[in-house]
């Protein structure tokens, strides 16, 4: 059997959500192999979160970590705040590591443009973990819309509402909504933390270029100083009209992420909620079910989130090993990033603005 | 009992969808009587579809019609394309008649104002048939808004999606496509076919007013006249945001209509594919399915689409008879047009416009 | 235009439920006009019902009515008790009217033997309304098997379950549930009632008999003098076997009522809360969900039970004019109670019973 | 941290899928480390398949590894085909592991009962995967009965549904479908392989024991030597009424797992097809969706049989750790053979046994 991919981890300790994930990804099907580990900020609670998860090698800062690891380690998992991702990512592979970044890519236009023109001159990958684009249904949807089945595409909606930011809950200390409310740390808030995964996925699922924008952005929540809410109207590759609407102040919302796409002789929609399945309508309105097949578990056996994160990271290891494979990369990170920034601009403005 | 209100019918001939289900409304509770007709713009063809369809008194023009049945019929139901609406329910209710007119109120908003006008001065009433009021689960949502379960409305989303126009079927003889998409006859396309019905739910469930709009106004299909697909953005009262799309060309709809508000502590959501329930969600994310009571039929027999209609009618028909019920009339007809008029407005200026 | 079929009932006066939708069935397409009635077995009330009801010619007796009605009624329509079904609809075959009686045919299963010969000899039908014939996609249900599309049929699941009896009703007077449950007036209960349905549905989308069954048939709610819930094992044309539960004792149930067919090649599945649509599934697991087309409203308008009865009053119009059309006939309605009977046999026995 | 649970596993080599399942289970929380393994009954293919896995000690067989490992592993897990549980199971208690077997516990109702036994005897754990009571939302179920929120359970229904039998597939040299078709290595069919899961899911989440039983058990396909589907009549604690459907050979069906229980006040249902949700009705008929909390990954973020496998893997490392914690266990084991006994029992006998 091919050797798992050796990894080490910067943020994600105590309080973190997404570092569990990562871990639990990784862990999965057993292709990585997290051994090393810087997951806070802060060096002595950093070693001791590394050991209380059974980390081999702890370290204080990330920087000792990337020194000492060189030659050791394949690849850097990044899934701190926003505002540190673009040095850490770029001083990992200025070492030699390959790169797995969580969404978005940095908190700044300029960051992300810097960050992509390192990992394009770089022979290590640069992986954005645009989660979604590891459900298989997803991936399907994908290749129905390439293949042609639907017809040229006419207009495409993606929406992506939660609720846990409906209260200002930044102010009673939770760890995920302060980063995330804060616009030094964040950059965007609704628009950076979810916006990019939407927007993602409406190039992802379409094959099209997400050409202008013009967005409603609002923070909804009194004192809150970022964005919470945002509907934005699109305008993709050739004119084609779009709308989205990303929103963390949806009071009672889970996770609703969805999107459709109407093509001249039918449409796809996928919804995360159902995220085994995919509806392909036929321009008579019949419509097909389709169902995950055989996976790690068979038909009619549920997969979620964290397989699809594990899918990403199966992926990536393809990538890293020389197979082509589709895994969301430094284009990716940057689109999200030009996206976040054009949406911004047009709330401005008022007007459409250039993505 | 009560004598079933005696009616007259302006169009709804041959080839038309909506006059069927009009009769088909007042026939199903017995409190409507369809004595005499008008059907057909030509007087022959009248006369015989009148003859056809068994009513008592067909007459060759509505003219006819309103001369001689002053005393004959309470109530005159006009379902002939847009362009006389204004003119036949001018003329019906200056005569005394009360008016059913089929949505949306006029073609243009000059037509509408003075039609409002006339109707504000006038004894009798003025109804228009916003279908979507006549379903008891989105009068159920109006309440539940309305009672403060869902705290101070906080974003509001609206959507109606068909496909039927997803082709140029105006160009194939289909006779309801063909005057829905020439502007001398409908005024808007699908914002005035359909917009208006998204328009009024936003308002009724809501109880808010749309104070500004800004549209992407599109027609995809080429060499079509009017618009046919639109994605709103929406200032509601108190600079509330909302959104919405409109679309009849999106292949393979059937008729996606539903309204989801968001207030600060729950949500309400209703989809006409599942009439009779209503989905209320508390804050903590779980969510309470409403079912429709009894009603014509106990709870869980279904009931639909002709049955809302009645609903209007049978709400009419108090209304007629001086018990108050909220039926859509002249103002909310007018708004309507007002909304199309500003969306259409916002379209050519590319700004925010007040409704 | 035809003339509607001319129609007297008997039954259905106040506190009735069955009457109210069986005359809305009538008036919603015109296609019958109720002149006459005897709603009540009171003749002082029957008289007033009439009037309350604005039936124009209103009778003491059903007696009398048939008396009084011969050459200008087409059609008698009998919704009292189960009791009274069988000298009813005899006396009114006899007289040479066409009969629309309600389901379960007769109380008793020596009545439904007689009532069924009669009907035999007679140039007059007899239909049964079985409701859910009526709905389109059962209809479609049906055609889709007998197309051969799902292979030969290899298993067979029907379910009804509600819960309005769920607690002792009939105790508080509750005038629907104290009939049901009187074995004198209505023979059989939660079987008598719901069985019925879920028989004729098994035997009209399979196009199957049931030969053999196996019930466990309880009373659950204490005090109680009939059935009030079975599950019961099937054994239909060449040994297939199936499997029915009804219950009306299924605390909370609306009125769930459900059939699936699988074949060697797929299956069909049609659930009576989206009564609209239909869905098969492939061998390979993909499901095409099917929807109503344009009927009375276009396809994407919901329809609902009225209008399935209505459908059955449609096809039994044409029936009576000699066209060809398949409505549940008395050959039915004595399979129904000769089920019945089946059932309650096996469950005294313990053993397998021949229907 | 608390070390992993040190493992070893017998069964699971190539071709199999539950052995796969139950690694991906072991690695995703990091609680389990599977250090040794003897995956195939052939020692050769046995060595190269731990190898091909890249788990440290491959044995060629389970008695070296028994022999081996004694003091090195915490727990054996068992995964092969049903008739080899008995020997296994003993031997490794004997030799002082924890066993964490696969369902169902034995081929034969003689070795569960005298494995249990053992397992009675032993001061080691032997835990059955009922993968169902992994299910977050399935154990909400159960609370909620037990809390007597529904009231006093009235019925039951479960259902277990596949179609990957439903054509000879054994006779192709499908690996899975061989040995459970092959009465000597699986004992009973469907029964054995499902039935027991859907015997669990009743006694579990209802509270109640199934008393007795009389089962329609069928061999749909022709040649096959085993049941492949089975309607089953259940009488629980106090003559509660239940229904039961297992089959194999519904065509089409991915993997149908479902359990509705009726209670005097309300209902709960829980499907596969939607596991991270519970519907609880009232007996006014609103429904309440509930929804799984947060987890590994918040609410709104699927987990599917991977987590549900991993919970019951987390479970019994608490339980091994000598914390109290609810996992399936010999005497769920022994049930589910005398379940499956009895069914075939009733089959034979055309009448109601005791389990």
Known sequence: MTKPIRCGMVGGGEGAFIGGVHRAAMRLDGLWDLQAASLCSDPDRSLASAEAISIDRGYGTWQEMLDAEVGQLDCITVVTPNDSHAEIATAALDKGFHVMLDK???????????????????????????????????????????????????????????????????????????????PSRSGAGALGDIGCHAEFMVRFVSGLAIEQVRGDVRTLIEGRSVDDHAAVQLRLTDDIPGDMVVSQVCTGERNDVNIRIWGDSGSIAWSHERCDQLVHTDADASQHILHRGDSRVPIGHPEGFVEAFANIYAEAAKCMRGTDARVPDYRDGLAGIQFIDAVLRSAESGQWVEV
């Not at 022979?123 to 997803?138: I, K, S």
């Not at 991936?139 to 930011?165: D, F, N």
Request: glycine share 6%; charged share 25%; proline share 3%.
């Open 104 to 182: 978005p890519m940095t908190r700044t236009l300029a960051e992300a443009e810097l960050l992509a023109a390192v990992a394009a001159e770089s022979d290590r990958n640069l992986f954005v973990t645009y989660t979604y684009a590891g459900y298989p249904m997803v991936r399907k949807a994908a290749e129905i819309v390439a293949s042609g089945a639907i017809g040229a595409v006419r207009t495409v909606s993606a929406e992506y509402r939660q609720g846990w930011l409906a209260t200002a809950v930044e102010k009673e200390g939770q760890k995920q909504a302060s980063w995330r409310t804060d």
